[in-house]
């Protein structure tokens, strides 16, 4: 595998080099609390692939192939969507499809604006698709997709890197939210057992 796969890999190749990066970097087995609370046998730190050079390119070209012709932007919830948003805003200048990335604070900022969404103003009523890395219960994005509305933005999408298909699903759905994650929590466990010598 060359250094550049991810910039010249087509979409299906990509998806595969991708998965082995979540495997090799991201996936660990143990003991764990998860940000819900919840125990897990198992923990995804996605910010190692998200962070990772060509985790971030593939990340970036793989989500924007996915995108509604009518996205307008994309938005997370801070820390953990920042890096996607920014590889998705990147590689759609790229793709002569410019579209731009919203961060979305947890707290509103305790100065100047006070604002809760940084990034470029766009009309009211612009279309907007919520990115996460890693989806659990869903409520990390969901308070992002509620913030955006809040603001005016239209949302009717979440998309993700991995569902460990723990309800996030489920919460979209209830939400009236379309959901779709690049991989299941399943993809990854039989791609990482696999893996193993």
Known sequence: MTDVWAATADLITLRQHLLDLFCQLAYQEGEFVLSSGQRSSYYINGKQVTLHPQGALAIGRILLSQLPTDTQAVAGLTLGADPIVSAVSVVSAYEDRPIPALIVRKESKGHGTMAYIEGPSLPTGASVVVLEDVVTTGKSALKAV????????????????????????????????????????????ERWAQLQP
């Open 146 to 189: 509620e913030r955006l509305k809040q603001a005016g933005y239209r949302v009717n999408q979440v998309m993700a890197l991995v569902d460990r298909q723990q309800g996030g699903a489920e919460l979209y759905e209830s939400a009236g939210l379309k959901f779709q994650a690049v991989f299941s929590i399943q993809d990854i466990q």
